[in-house]
């Protein structure tokens, strides 16, 4: 959070960051190897509705305290609580598509701005599609 809190420019790692965001949140539920390590649109063309991009109930990260808590319940409240969980992370990722601009192109090409990416030859190109997203004025 305090990240983007400064008075610098720093729309050259938002893009980096939004994608890290989806991910982490996805890797919650979902298997690291359907997650990987993609990014923007990417994401998106992951469904979190097929049972098999599933972690385990037991493997969901839940955090230590939540889990101790759910230690002490019987085995049909956890598997209730499990499974709303899971449905809570459902729709946590429907959210985060909508309002994540992990499709956004002018966002994902504003990376070129990185000093460390302005020497590089994708940022290079990187630069050139941004100029192509810009409106030309005459």
Known sequence: MKLFQK??????ILYHKV?????TCLRMFLKAEVVRENEGAE????DC???????????MEIGSGTK????????????TVHLDMRKSFKVMDKYL????SL??????DLQCLHPLARKADAGRSCLVRLCNHLPKSD
């Open 7 to 12: 008075d610098e420019p720093l729309v050259h």
């Open 68 to 79: 101790r808590a759910l230690a002490v319940l019987l085995d049909d409240t956890k598997k």
């Open 97 to 100: 598509k909508v309002r994540l």
């Open 19 to 23: 994608t890290e965001v989806m991910r």
């Open 43 to 46: 994401l998106h063309t992951i």
């Open 103 to 108: 499709r956004n192109a002018i966002l994902h």
């Open 49 to 59: 509705d097929i049972g098999d991009n599933w972690l385990q109930s037991r493997d």
